[in-house]
């Protein structure tokens, strides 16, 4: 009796060590020493904003309404940055909402209002389109399973990374000086290819060049 | 779980959330309600007039002879204003889309967020006074401000009417195109600093004298008053931006009432309202903050210490003696009653602007950002550059 007393109490002992594992992986863990707060707190945003991320995602394909797509994008995207701030990397983080949040969705929406939106909420669901849809889409979800599934790495925990004693991450400078040292050539190669762009855009909508 | 709980550092985010408590509480919806306040006071001056000034207690509804007079002048107007915006009728048009009707308002009070990124003090009992010190807070406070369109847009588009339509597209296409020069006007102040932590460009400015008025410390230096040009340039584009990103006159096209009735939120009443016209003054504060943050020194004044009891050596000579018969915690209210004082002061030259310039036309504002200021922006960055590299 006694024995199977201890018995559950070890099951239950590993239970919750496989749970905490479980919400602790999926997360690389940069560790500020001066925050002991992340151990805990963490993986439990991280899940937050993943489940939300995954959630809006979905509403963005599921909603038939434009602009309701649209904004539920640009929350998807706000949890990306809040996933992005959650390892510590400030500057993606606020660039992602500058430049996705803050700049293409808004250029987006205004497109979108602009246009005519009863068309879409209007059409009816094509029955052929949705059921092939949906089988080339699980057949992609089960060879992603498949093959994530025999990845070796995703059984161990992410190598903890620690910065020396009394240094914050200085993500900026490292970017910054990255780019500008070791990857100068695409740097401006991708500043060439962007001013190409531009000129084209304005090229395209002028009706007539003088 | 005990060890659990214990292992939360339960000091910080008690700190965290009484600054934040105390920043947007108990000063900036108060300043905001006082701004408005001192609109019309200030305008009512400009144009000869009195203004409100003998807001009382009703008490003649009582059935005495007088209002009862406890405020000195009309001080008690913005309780008035508010008890006026909550008890009026919340109507809400027919055909509007109305979720969206309903979030527009509520993301109108958006630039709140980006108050946690800028330091209003120095620092008291040894805790620094900004609510998230991180390392790219002149970028965190861009992003929030980038995401405030989505408020007038929302609105424009949800009322489902023509004039609130037309304000919405106007304001997106003026903020577009101010954010790209406020943003590039203000990248020489983050070259001559080499990063961006507000908290810390307030303090290389208390050590250094503040970026337009380098005269103690580092900022005696030929580099520093060489910069003072581009700084100056920078200032200058960095305030029209902040007035067109805050749609104040004689920018503000998305509720310009001669030609839109009243823009975006024409359709608005009540409450909701009120939360458009208090969301445009906190920007506005926000606003002001940055430009003391980047420009007027943030806390710091010349002759009075931080928080530690230290001030720029030049001052520590002279006055060390006296800064130590006070308590340091002291000195750390002092800063932070500087620095909203300063934003106080650049929020009167707001209101001043207001009630003395006209309004642009729609086609000169957009002009005006993309073919002037923009360029003029860029071209500050090489200015800056080349004093840079020349004086290094």
């Known amino acids: 009796m006694e024995k199977l007393a201890t018995q559950s109490r070890i099951r239950r002992i590993r239970r919750i060590r496989r749970i905490r594992r479980i919400l602790t992986r999926g997360f690389c863990q940069i560790r500020n020493p001066q925050s002991a707060i992340r151990n805990f707190v963490n993986p439990l945003l991280f899940w937050f904003f993943a489940a939300m991320m995954l959630a809006f995602g979905v509403s963005v394909v599921l909603n038939r309404n434009p602009v309701a797509s649209a904004l539920s994008l640009v929350v998807s995207f706000l949890c990306l940055a809040a996933l992005y701030v959650g390892l510590d990397a400030y500057f993606i983080g606020a660039i992602q909402v500058i430049v996705y949040a803050g700049a293409v969705m808004v250029l987006f929406l205004f497109i979108i209002m602009l246009l005519d939106l009863g068309a879409e909420q209007r059409r009816k669901f094509n029955k052929v389109a949705l059921v092939g849809g949906s089988a080339v889409a699980l057949g992609f979800a089960a060879q992603l399973v498949g093959v994530l599934g025999k990845f070796p790495m995703g059984n161990k925990p992410f190598p903890e990374l620690k910065l020396p004693p009394g240094e914050s991450l200085n993500d900026l400078q490292h970017v910054g000086e990255t780019l500008f040292s070791a990857h100068t050539l695409p740097f401006q190669v991708i500043g060439v290819l962007i001013l190409v762009a531009t000129i084209g855009v304005i090229v395209i909508s002028k009706r007539e060049l003088k | ?392």
């Open chain 2, 1 to 392: 779980m005990i060890s659990l709980l214990a292992s939360i550092p339960w000091e910080m985010l008690i700190w965290s959330l009484a600054k934040a408590v105390f920043v947007i509480f108990l000063v900036v919806l108060p300043l905001v309600s006082y701004t408005v306040y001192a609109e019309r006071r200030v305008s009512a001056a400009i144009q000869d007039r009195v203004g409100p000034n003998r807001t009382g207690f009703p008490t003649s509804l009582l059935g005495f002879k007088k209002d009862l007079q406890l405020f000195l002048g009309g001080l008690g107007q913005p309780v008035a204003d508010a008890l006026k915006f909550i008890l009026k009728e919340d109507f809400t048009p027919g055909g509007v889309k109305q979720f969206y009707f309903w979030l527009a308002p509520c993301l109108a009070m958006l630039p709140l967020v980006s108050l946690a990124f800028i330091p209003f003090g120095s620092s008291f009992l040894g805790e620094k006074m900004v609510i998230a010190d991180v390392n790219v807070s002149v970028l965190g406070v861009f992003a929030v401000t980038g995401c405030g369109v989505y408020a007038i847009v929302l609105a424009g588009w949800a009322s489902n009417s023509k004039y609130p339509f037309l304000g919405g597209i106007r304001s997106s296409s003026q903020m577009i195109a101010y954010e790209l020069s406020m943003g590039l006007s203000i990248i020489p102040v983050l070259m001559l600093f080499g990063g961006m932590k507000l908290s810390d460009l307030v303090q290389y400015q208390a050590d250094n004298g503040w970026l337009l008025l380098p005269l103690w410390g580092g900022g005696l230096s030929a580099e520093r008053w060489l910069m003072l040009l581009p700084l100056a340039i920078s200032f200058i584009v960095f305030t029209i931006s902040v007035f067109a990103e805050t749609n104040r006159l004689p920018f503000d096209m998305p509720e310009s009432e001669t030609e839109l009735v009243a823009g975006y939120h024409t359709e608005y009443s009540s409450m909701k309202f009120a939360l458009f016209f208090l969301g445009e003054y906190a920007a506005m504060i926000v606003g002001s903050s940055l430009i003391v943050v980047f420009f007027f020194g943030g806390w710091s004044l010349p002759f009075i210490p931080d928080g530690q009891g230290h001030a720029a050596a030049f001052f520590q000579n002279i006055f060390g003696d006296f800064y130590a018969l006070l308590p340091d915690w002291l000195w750390g209210i002092a800063n932070i009653t500087v620095f909203f004082g300063k934003v106080a002061l650049v929020l009167v030259f707001f209101i001043w602007v207001r009630w003395t310039l006209p309004r642009f036309r729609f086609d000169q504002l957009m002009k005006i950002g993309w073919l002037y200021l923009f360029e003029i922006a860029l071209v500050n960055i090489f200015l800056t550059a080349a004093i840079l590299a020349f004086t290094k």
